[in-house]
């Protein structure tokens, strides 16, 4: 049996700061009235920091679905033999997705699909699909190749093999990739403000618009709480993963 893992307790009270900000930010109006006198209202009040979060965590959770499901599966594609030649092609191609900054696929996306939430999952897809089809691939090609010929001598199917041996044993390396995906597309998600998309980046830049330095503070402060959580949560989750006796 696995002994309790000591990052649950950062990750609770981590969870129940962000949870209590979350909710009670427009508690904390005198504390930032009085830090910031010359500002009114001292909180954002355009829309509920709830319902921003909720916005933005489901802007993530389909682009992040989308970047995951395709990743994986064109990282399954490549490291099989019908597909080894296409491994440098969807390499480079997820590399331009990268390197592309989001806003000039956010440029370039709303002429397309208009303002709002769809130009800011396009660009959180793009920019997310790399690390997940680099850490696949890495994670598939780490098996060992004696325990796949072990498999094959079973008279395990190429479908069963890669279901019962390949997936699991690169499912810890999968997940960094989406870890690692998922984390950048919870900052770079506030950008979808700047299109219409309702994220906690709307206080962020409604506050750099109208000078107002609380809402920029209120808006980093829990998309910064938000990534890490979510960063803490994953790290717990690869550490199930790990095969017992593996060094942390």
């Known amino acids: 049996m696995r002994r309790a893992d000591p990052i649950a307790s950062p990750i609770l009270c981590v969870a129940v700061l962000f949870v209590a900000l979350l909710f009670g930010m427009p508690q904390l109006a005198p504390l930032f009235q009085w830090s910031f006198p010359g500002v009114t209202p001292p909180v954002f009040e355009r829309g509920s920091f709830f319902a921003l979060w909720l916005s933005q965590a489901g802007l993530v959770l389909v682009?992040?679905?989308a970047a995951t499901l395709i990743g994986i599966a064109l990282a399954i594609f490549v490291t099989r033999?019908?597909?080894r030649d296409f491994r440098a092609l969807?390499?480079?191609l997820a590399a331009v997705g990268q390197t592309f900054p989001p806003a000039a696929v956010l440029a370039l996306a709303v002429p397309a699909l208009?303002?709002?939430p769809r130009p800011t999952i396009v660009a959180l897809?793009?920019?997310?699909?790399?690390?997940?089809?680099e850490n696949a691939v890495a994670g598939l090609e780490g098996v060992p190749a004696a325990t796949r010929d072990a498999a094959r001598g079973m008279g395990l199917s190429a479908w069963q093999l890669l279901r019962d041996v390949d997936l699991?044993?690169?499912a810890p390396v999968i997940l960094a990739g989406v870890r690692v995906s998922v984390t950048i597309a919870i900052g770079t998600a506030t950008i979808g403000s700047t299109v219409g998309a309702l994220t906690l980046g709307t206080p962020i830049f409604d506050g750099l618009a109208g000078n107002k330095l609380p809402f920029v503070i209120q808006g980093a402060v829990l998309v910064a709480l938000f990534a890490i959580l979510t960063d803490m949560l994953f790290a717990r989750l690869e550490r199930w993963l790990q095969p017992p006796g593996t060094p942390a």
Do not use: D, N, R
């Open 63 to 65: 682009a992040g679905g």
């Open 81 to 83: 033999p019908a597909g």
């Open 90 to 92: 969807v390499s480079t």
């Open 114 to 116: 208009g303002f709002g």
């Open 125 to 133: 897809f793009l920019y997310g699909l790399l690390p997940i089809i």
């Open 168 to 170: 699991p044993l690169a």
